[in-house]
């Protein structure tokens, strides 16, 4: 099962980036989850160029379409959601391969809850398929942990794992998910 992670998150020291970092390090087998940096190179959505979309544009939805599920961890900004991941968002609208794509939605400053609702109300818009069961919530603000202690974390670790399980199932249905063996696409 191969997963797209997105990052709302510009931020070198982005706790939504690390997540996704920690989330990719701890795939379980046959799950392969790929932090993609597109958001933060995508330029500025035009309608006008979505007939012949740039080329970091055609990759990144290229990725998406090959991309079992995707992974979304983004901050709240200003109660809304950020910049560039709306951005991104806007550049798959109309794209016929990302109807009913299974998303879990990362929250990782649960007090940070607005973006969130905004971002699942966006995707269901889009036909996109927010899967609530993977959709997670970890406390790392103001939690101090750098990437090595948030893989230490058993919640956190906890989470992940819950994650990968229900995005698996919503990919395969008919597969006992449990312990996912899942084959790479």
């Excluded at 020291?13 to 597109?38: C, E, I, K, T, Y």
């Excluded at 959601?81 to 109807?99: C, E, H, Q, T, Y």
């Excluded at 007090?111 to 398929?129: F, I, K, N, P």
């Excluded at 101090?144 to 202690?149: E, F």
Aim: one cysteine or more; hydrophobic letters at 50%; aromatic letters at 4%.
């Amino acid at each position: 099962m191969k997963i797209l992670g997105l990052s709302g998150s510009l931020r070198a020291a982005s706790l939504n980036s690390a997540f996704l970092r920690m989330a990719a390090a701890h795939a379980p087998d046959g799950v392969m989850l790929v932090v993609d940096p597109a958001p933060g190179r995508l330029p500025l959505f035009n309608a006008d160029l979505d007939a012949a979309p740039p080329d970091e544009v055609r990759r990144f939805r290229s990725a998406v379409a090959q991309a079992d599920a995707l992974v979304i961890a983004s901050p709240e900004y200003a109660h809304g959601i950020s910049g560039v991941m709306k951005n991104a968002v806007d550049w798959l609208v109309g794209d016929p391969r990302f109807v009913a794509k299974p998303i879990a939605l990362v929250n990782t400053s649960p007090r940070a809850h607005l973006a969130q609702v905004a971002l699942a109300e966006t995707l269901r818009t889009m036909s996109a398929r927010a899967v609530e069961d993977a959709s997670v919530s970890v406390d790392l603000l103001g939690s101090g942990l750098d990437l090595s202690d948030v893989s230490q974390a058993t919640d956190v670790r906890a989470a992940v794992d819950r994650m990968f399980v229900a995005l698996a199932h919503a990919c395969f249905p008919s597969m006992s998910v449990e312990h996912p063996d899942l084959p790479l696409t």
